[in-house]
């Protein structure tokens, strides 16, 4: 089985160009079999500002309206991803640009609308990830760049968070490659003190994850970033790594982050 | 030789949705290897308004400063080519979107800058439209749709006019493939009376368009399109076909539309 790494980064890198540029000079000296998953960030809600558009959020999670999906649509699946695969293909990277719509890549189903309706979100449908264009795309040496956007087969656009994207993608290919999935986010992985940005915990297994939630180390945003990473893992994902974009050669190493097992 | 189909629709039928629905069903139905290119529309614009852009025009030609470059990367690369895709999707046709960066598929250079500066404009390089991707994904009956977008391989996009793309790609597949372009536009082909919408010529010569620009019948915009048509048809291209996106089974059958040979 071949090696494929799958990084995720999300809207607190894609907002800071500095950090973005460092980035993708580390992701493009990397070797072998690669995909990267980009989430939104702030750009989407500035340019909505100025397009007059009120983001609308039902328990923090954002609504996306018929004005908020052609937002989403034009600057994750263009502004960010065809920013971020014109800069891998300078750094000699051959990177190529893709949301779910895309040759068929992710297809997903509307959310169906219960006491919320999100609007046009979308959810993965099972066996939804297609994974032979991955393969072909993959086996000539391109880096495909996954916009957190699926569709619905109806002609529909769809929202779909970035992390599942990175999830369901990882499952999918995990039959086929040895998958090692790297979340990056705001700190150097899941920290015993949140107050101590040292104090990461280098490896958690599933044992650990119930107790350390138990004792209330892991809370919130962690919780559902943890679920993901098991349930990759339960999928036949080799390795879930979770850690700062900075230390991507640490993450990827074993020197840096946090270890899913 | 294989056959493939190129087929480009410029902004009078991306800006009508009930037009652009029906090519896109029509063309769906098409069979064997095609790709499209799809031009910009007033969307850009529309956007561009509402964002507060001041659209500049030098000669007609839009200069596209740095805020121009981000709109038409998100409309023409996220909004209307994931538009475009999704829907092919839902009619059974395997469409996957690509600006010239995805996979280094065309690379331009900045046009340089003589009395005017059109900013992040490109023009296609010298071989610079590398076929080996397209053809991978027409072998697996993908359905290539392409944005007016290029790149310049130091990590800028470049706007890039898409009538100018469909005659560089068509030129550097006609090695390859036996390559028929179809340029639709506004009328159902080339007119001798531009009064008359039934007046098409329905077969133009390289010597009859010298006499036909000397009388004055082809003028204006008409010029620029027919000879990239004819530049095309040097360079191995099998067919050039113009006319209207409504006529699709017609300009490929021979019924509808100006042929150039």
């Known amino acids: 089985m071949n090696d494929l790494l799958l990084v995720k980064i999300g809207g607190g890198i894609i907002d800071d160009p500095g950090r973005l540029a460092a980035f993708l000079q580390d992701f493009s000296r990397l070797q072998g079999s690669r995909m990267l998953v980009h989430g939104g960030g702030k750009i989407a809600t500035d340019i909505g500002d100025r397009l007059g558009l009120k983001s609308k959020y039902i328990d923090g999670r954002r609504v996306t309206d018929d004005e908020t999906l052609q937002l989403v649509v034009m600057v994750y699946g263009g502004l960010i991803n065809k920013d971020i695969v014109a800069r891998l293909q300078a750094a000699g990277c051959n990177a190529i640009g893709l949301t779910g ?37 993959l086996g000539q040496g391109l ?17 779909t968070n970035a992390d599942t994207i990175a999830q369901e993608v990882a499952r999918a290919l995990a039959d086929i490659y040895a998958v090692r999935l790297v979340y990056c986010f705001e700190k150097k992985g899941v920290l015993h003190d949140p107050e101590d940005g040292a ?19 892991i809370h919130s945003g962690m919780i559902p970033k943890l679920d993901n990473a098991f349930s990759a893992i339960r999928a036949g994902v080799k390795e879930v790594i979770i850690g700062q974009a900075e230390d991507l050669h640490g993450l990827i190493s074993g020197q840096a982050g946090t270890k899913i097992l």
Not at 143 to 159: Q, R, S
Not at 206 to 216: C, P, S, T, V, Y
């Open 101 to 137: 719509a895309d040759g068929n890549v992710i297809a997903a189903d509307r959310r169906p609308v219960k006491e919320v309706d999100y609007g046009h979100v979308g959810d993965v449908i099972s066996a939804g990830v297609h994974t032979g264009l991955l393969q072909l795309l």
């Open 199 to 217: 104090s990461v915990i280098r490896e958690i297994r599933m044992q650990d994850f119930e107790r350390l939630k138990a004792e209330g180390t």
């Open 143 to 159: 880096v495909p760049v996954l916009a957190p956007l699926t569709h619905d087969g109806k002609g529909g656009m769809l929202n």
